[in-house]
């Protein structure tokens, strides 16, 4: 029987990015359920004294030619964002007010999209608002729900849950409570699913 597949995410990540595509045929293949949880990546940082990789100036050239080798062995569009970091905190509201929502991956397609393959600056107001709209949301609507005190709340407990079960960065997967970090971890992710 296979297990879920808890991934644990910020839109403003390009390797959440890479796993969110990559997940979507682990779950086909493995036959277990994909269950996203947006969480604030800053808020990981704050709370577990982390930075972002690209803070080290090697790292981040690394990083950035590994990513796009995983891009191209998987076929995903990646084009670095010239505007990151973002501030993504309105989108990740957005996403965690449409939890268990059925709009919730069409939606997270659309942000992903918007941060890492059309690179925009999705932390502009008129962007999101521009970007959702084109892809056939209510962007109005979405909006409204992001500024609501539930998806913020929510937001907010996702995040604090997750620093709580020792996760520093996204993305992070647990998968029968075990947890599993970063886009090039998703083969034990994938072994682990299949039971």
Known sequence: MPHPI????????????????RLKGIAARTGASLVPVPILLG?????????????VAAKGRWMNEDMARWAERDGI??????????NTLAMMRILA?????????????TLFAGMW?????????????????????D?????????????KARLIANTEAAVARGVFGAPTCFVAGQMHFGQDRLDWVEHAAAG
Not at 139 to 151: F, I, K, Q, S, Y
């Open 43 to 55: 808020g990981v940082f704050k709370a577990t004294g982390g930075t972002p990789p690209g803070s």
């Open 77 to 86: 569009t990646l084009v670095m964002n010239p505007h990151f970091p973002v």
């Open 117 to 137: 393959r059309h690179a925009r600056n999705m932390a502009d107001p008129a962007i999101l608002h521009a970007t959702l709209g084109e892809a056939g949301h």
């Open 139 to 151: 962007a109005d609507a979405l909006l409204a729900l992001a500024a609501t005190p539930e998806a």
């Open 6 to 21: 808890e991934f644990l995410f910020d839109v403003g990540s390009p390797t959440a990015y890479l796993a969110w595509h």
């Open 97 to 109: 007010g449409l939890q268990g929502d059925e709009r919730f991956n069409a939606v997270a397609d």
